[in-house]
């Protein structure tokens, strides 16, 4: 149930953003190479946004990724014990894997403040 609040959130706040730049669902479609009745179904949240259109949506507002997905940031985490937790997990993946975290990393650190 979380999961689907999670999704609907990022519609919600894609639409805002849409909403505050003046952008019909079918201009926004358009610049993502998108059918507008399928867009629509994406806002609406009943399909699910990729990665790729959400990291597009962020270059298309010129907002950081924090603004469309809510990142509730850890408590009493630091930098040292968050890798402590994944260097185990990252030793376990195979190099394509490995090679698909790196880039989700490297397309995703621009779009974060």
Not at 18 to 23: Q, S
Not at 31 to 37: G, H, I, S, V
Not at 75 to 100: A, H, I
Request: proline residues 3%.
């Amino acid at each position: 149930m979380a999961k689907k609040h999670t999704e609907n959130s990022i519609s919600q706040n894609i639409k805002k953003y849409r909403l505050l730049n003046n952008m019909t669902q079918e201009e926004l479609a358009g610049q993502l190479d998108l059918d507008t009745q399928y867009y629509a179904q994406l806002e609406r949240g009943e399909r699910n946004f990729t990665i790729e259109k959400i990291i597009r949506l962020c270059s298309i507002f010129h907002i950081g990724i924090e603004n469309i997905i809510e990142i509730e940031p850890a408590k009493n985490q630091n930098t040292e014990q968050m890798l402590e937790k994944l260097f185990p997990l990252l030793s376990t993946l195979t190099y394509s894997q490995l090679t698909v975290v790196e880039k989700f990393i490297s397309e995703i650190i621009p779009y974060v403040k």
